[in-house]
């Protein structure tokens, strides 16, 4: 085919299928549906918490109790999947809250399987929400994260998650076999049917600030450079990539989605396994603070972003904006 030439009177062929809603809506290449999205959730100790996240306007820290509700509104909304991110009343060196049998993200998972079992209840699994100086892992005696201690404490809690019903595991922490160790441990638990999405590419970025804030996880020295990647690699990506999938990764994940739009891309070109991208809380948060201020067109924004992480070749996309996204897609 040849690329459009204009005749002397005429449209390009490109700009005749732009006429109506109905032809632009026949030639649509990317569509956002609320069936690929995640909603993240944070849950709190207590009882009929409902705690505004100053920095995440429209988000909410919630105690077990509201869960069922909340479960509730995004069936009908047709949003089908979250993403728990458990916030404990007590944190220790090791983080052990994580894996106890009751333990604030197990609380959630079965709270919510009983609200909805149709639901797909998947549960971060990291230890700097647990642990008292907010790194992913035990430190050794150089303040650093002790690789294979934390993998370890990593793959027992995916197994703790397990026992009460989860549908995936989602390791965030970046430490190295960290899949291939989970899986392991899931196999030998007779969990061999249990999905792992793996942030593979999760870099070292500012926009986590918000979720840090909602989370409690802040790191109490240092940051996470040390395991987390460089902003400035790509290249790098692919092999993180490679590497969890070798480990079994079922689902691989960029994070965070909007200054990373060209990893999004390399990845979905490397690999055939479902791909996620995570449209994190700093991006959320400077998109509600624009609006808020009445320089920009929220809905519009925010579908175009969620559109974009779709065009660059990500299948599901993990954001704080599902709900007011999938509502807005029932409107037109
Ligand atoms: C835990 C974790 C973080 C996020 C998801 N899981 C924070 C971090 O790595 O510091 C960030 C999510 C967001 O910003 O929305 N390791």
């Avoid at 728990?84 to 709270?111: C, M, N, Y």
């Avoid at 370890?152 to 397990?162: K, Q």
Wanted: hydrophobic letters at 45%; proline letters at 5%.
């Amino acid at each position: 085919m040849t690329i459009a030439t204009r005749r002397a009177s005429g449209f390009t062929r490109t700009r005749r299928l732009r006429a109506s809603e109905a032809l632009r809506g026949l030639v649509r290449e990317t569509r956002v549906d609320p069936a690929s999205f995640i909603y993240p959730l944070f849950v709190v100790e207590g009882r009929g918490v409902r705690e505004p996240i100053g920095s995440m306007p429209g988000q909410f820290r919630l105690s077990t109790d509201m869960l069922a509700a909340e479960a509730a509104e995004l069936s009908d909304l047709g949003v089908r999947a979250v993403l728990l991110f458990g916030v404990p009343g007590h944190k220790d060196a090791e983080g052990s809250g994580a894996w106890l049998a009751d333990g604030i993200t197990q609380r959630a998972v079965a709270a919510l399987k009983q609200a909805d079992p149709s639901l797909a209840v998947v549960a971060d699994v990291c230890l700097c929400e647990y642990t008292d100086h907010g790194h992913c892992g035990p430190l050794n005696a150089r303040g650093e994260v002790e690789n294979n201690a934390a993998i370890e404490l990593l793959a027992r809690t995916s197994v703790s998650l397990a026992e009460v019903g989860v549908d995936m595991v989602a390791p965030s922490d970046m430490m190295d076999g960290r899949v291939g160790a989970i899986r392991a441990a899931l196999d030998e638990s007779g969990f061999a049917e249990l999905p792992i999405m793996a942030y593979s590419a999760k870099y070292a970025s500012a926009f986590y600030g918000p979720f840090r804030e909602a989370a409690d996880s802040a790191p109490q020295f240092g940051d996470r450079r040390g395991y987390q990647m460089d902003p400035p690699n790509v290249r790098e990506a692919i092999r993180e990539v490679a590497i969890d999938i070798e480990e079994q990764a079922d689902i691989v994940m960029v994070k965070p989605a909007l200054a990373y739009l060209d990893v999004v891309r390399a990845v979905r070109d490397s690999t055939e396994l479902p791909l996620a991208a995570y449209n994190v809380s700093g991006e959320y948060a400077m998109l509600k603070a624009a609006a808020a201020q009445g320089w920009i067109d929220e809905e519009r924004v925010m579908m175009e972003t969620l559109t974009g992480i779709r065009r660059a070749g990500a299948d599901i996309i993990i954001t704080y904006h599902a709900k007011e996204a999938a509502r807005w897609l029932r409107q037109v």
